[in-house]
């Protein structure tokens, strides 16, 4: 039976589902564009070779945060399990972690925190997450 609590733990992870979703596609769809981005982002640093690796890196993670998050709400909503959405807000939290040491790297300082944010929904609904179901 669907809750309070169920309806505040399903809004991170489908939070989750449409930024991971997004990003990922666009990455895949404009992927030249991207690459060649990215690529001048990190000219300059220790990444410039590897920084096509990083890209497809953080393109697979992106693609996979969002497969877990669709998959997470759905089990979530559907059956109360909530095992599948806390999983993908591990891994989404890992993948913006990542997204962020990438942006102090390229010495991005504000688009560093701009990532802050996100992590904070992320970190709030793994906490709600890790809450004992609610029985009327």
Not at 3 to 28: H, P, R, W, Y
Not at 66 to 75: E, K
Not at 79 to 89: F, I, M, P, S, T
Not at 92 to 99: F, H, M, Q, R, V
């Amino acid at each position: 039976m669907l809750n309070e609590l169920m309806l505040l733990q399903s809004v991170a992870v489908v939070f989750a589902a449409i930024l991971f979703l997004q990003s990922g596609l666009d990455k895949l769809i404009n992927y030249g564009d991207n690459l060649q981005y990215i690529s001048s982002v990190f000219a300059k640093t220790g990444f410039n070779k590897i920084s096509t690796v990083l890209f497809v890196l953080i393109t697979v993670m992106e693609i996979t945060t969002a497969m877990w998050s669709v998959f997470g709400a759905v089990m979530l909503l559907w059956k109360g399990d909530a095992e599948w959405a806390r999983r993908a807000l591990m891994m989404g939290t890992a993948t913006l972690l990542c997204l962020f040491a990438g942006q102090r790297v390229a010495k991005d300082y504000a688009g560093a925190a701009g990532i802050v944010p996100y992590i904070l929904v992320f970190l709030f609904g793994m906490f709600l997450l890790g809450l004992p179901p609610i029985h009327p």
